[in-house]
């Protein structure tokens, strides 16, 4: 069988210092705050038997009612803690303050989660793994803050309207990115990122329905690293759905790694201190160079938009794969931030984004948080002309300033940007 390039998990334990970080506390927020959302939707899904319906995103949909009462949790556990903070976020709440029954609906969800929100939380180090309180001798921390009545609960949600992440310390979400594919029961990603001055600094995106044995994957690639060789790779599909666990989620901080832990939902009875009471043990992620043997490679695993459901110029990514001799459209996934999760994963190796002309822009929050967890494995995200993507655009990146993206796993990076460009050169001289 041949091999695959090279990645493997590490256990963030042999590492960890606690409190040594500049942004421990940011990433245990964060990943405190992802964790409330995820458990949250995951029960609104729960609730309609893990499928919305065939539905639009609705004024009065479940995954409408659930994207508010996410970011209103989300931002309001960071805001309470980081008063100075600005927020950009998918929602405002304006559709909430002229629809009375939405308005309700969305906030009886909120008081719902609050009312289950763990009251004490284990202190964890800066990787965000938990620790023992007895053993960290730190205090128990404050149960996450939700808003107190409706008009909080809207000027919560309208602190997602900020327009400039240039400067500052700025938190971007998307508390359900992959509207579509969680109306059917299938992935999404509950997302989070701390930018300061433009710049990622904490990413932490929630996988509620990605269904990973994340032991017996962290296993088998230290298995496979110390045989020389790489394991099958993983699958990921829209379908293959954790339907009786909580998913996955992967965080990383600037310079100290991407971590994969399961998501735990702690019984009433559990002890908040216990380290396995919201988290699995974190491992962490590193893409490693292939072994020197390119005839033993298996060909480049491309991550895919849902065939003929975007703006995006897929015959273009198609020819793209086909001069790298590469798997197109390999893994499909609605959902830009689940992109991201699947190249940290190991579970594609690529992923473009080619836009038929540079007028065409995309969002902040389909990003932010998924770039830096896949650049802290090791990957490489810049533009078609080798630039790094200016996050401190506001909510929109524009093709003038970045025109287009590549991702890729590192050791294939040169091959697929002149690949690209060689696509783009074709379409310039009319020969596509």
Not at 83 to 97: C, H, I, K, Q, T
Not at 139 to 164: F, H, N, Q, R
Not at 345 to 357: C, E, F, I, Q
Request: hydrophobic share 40%; net charge negative; charged share 20%.
């Amino acid at each position: 069988m041949p091999n695959r390039t090279s990645d493997s998990i590490q256990p963030s334990a042999a590492d960890s210092t606690p409190g040594t970080s500049p942004h421990a506390a940011d990433l245990r927020l964060a990943l405190r705050a992802v964790h409330r959302a995820s458990l949250l939707t995951k029960a609104v899904l729960r609730s309609l038997n893990n499928s919305v319906g065939a539905e639009s995103k609705a004024d009065d949909s479940p995954v409408t009612i659930a994207d508010f009462a996410a970011q209103a949790l989300i931002i309001a556990a960071i805001h309470a803690v980081y008063p100075n903070d600005s927020f950009v976020g998918e929602e405002s709440a304006e559709a909430l303050r002229s629809n009375e029954k939405l308005r309700e609906s969305v906030w009886g969800l909120v008081q719902q989660a609050g009312a289950a929100s763990p009251h004490i939380l284990s202190w964890c180090d800066e990787k965000g793994e938990y620790v023992d309180a007895a053993m960290s001798q730190m205090d128990s921390e404050s149960p996450l803050a939700t808003p107190k009545s409706v008009d909080e609960m809207l000027d919560i949600i309208d602190l997602g309207t900020g327009a400039s992440t240039r400067a500052g310390r700025v938190w971007v979400l998307d508390p359900i990115d992959g509207t579509a594919t969680f109306m059917q029961g299938q992935q999404y990603a509950v997302c989070l990122c701390l930018l300061e001055d433009g710049v990622q600094k904490v990413g932490v995106i929630g996988c509620p329905n990605l269904k990973i044995d994340v032991e017996k994957y962290a296993s088998d690639r230290e298995d496979a690293k110390a045989e020389g060789i790489m394991p099958p790779r993983l699958e990921i599909h829209e379908d293959l759905v954790d339907k009786t666990g909580f998913g996955v989620v992967i965080s990383a901080v600037k310079g100290q790694g991407t971590y994969i832990r399961s998501m735990l939902s702690p019984s009433p009875s559990a002890f908040p201190s216990a380290s396995s009471a919201y988290f699995g043990t974190a491992h962490r992620i590193i893409h490693s160079p292939p072994p020197v043997q390119p005839q033993t490679q298996t060909p480049l695993h491309f991550v895919e938009t849902t065939l003929g459901k975007t703006s995006l110029s897929q015959p273009e990514h198609s020819s793209t794969a086909s001069l790298l001799s590469a798997v197109w459209p390999g893994t499909i996934l609605w959902s830009s931030q689940m992109k991201y999760a699947a190249l940290a994963l190991g579970a594609a190796d690529v992923t473009l984004r080619m836009p038929k002309t540079k007028e065409r822009y995309t969002f902040i929050w389909d990003h932010a948080g998924g770039q830096i967890i896949f650049q802290e494995t090791g990957g490489i995200v810049r533009d078609f002309w080798d630039g790094e993507i200016d996050l401190g655009q506001g909510r929109r990146i524009m093709g003038e300033r970045n025109y287009g993206m590549v991702a890729s796993v590192p050791w294939a990076w040169e091959r697929v940007l002149e690949a690209t460009r060689e696509v783009l050169e074709r379409r310039t001289e009319g020969r596509l």
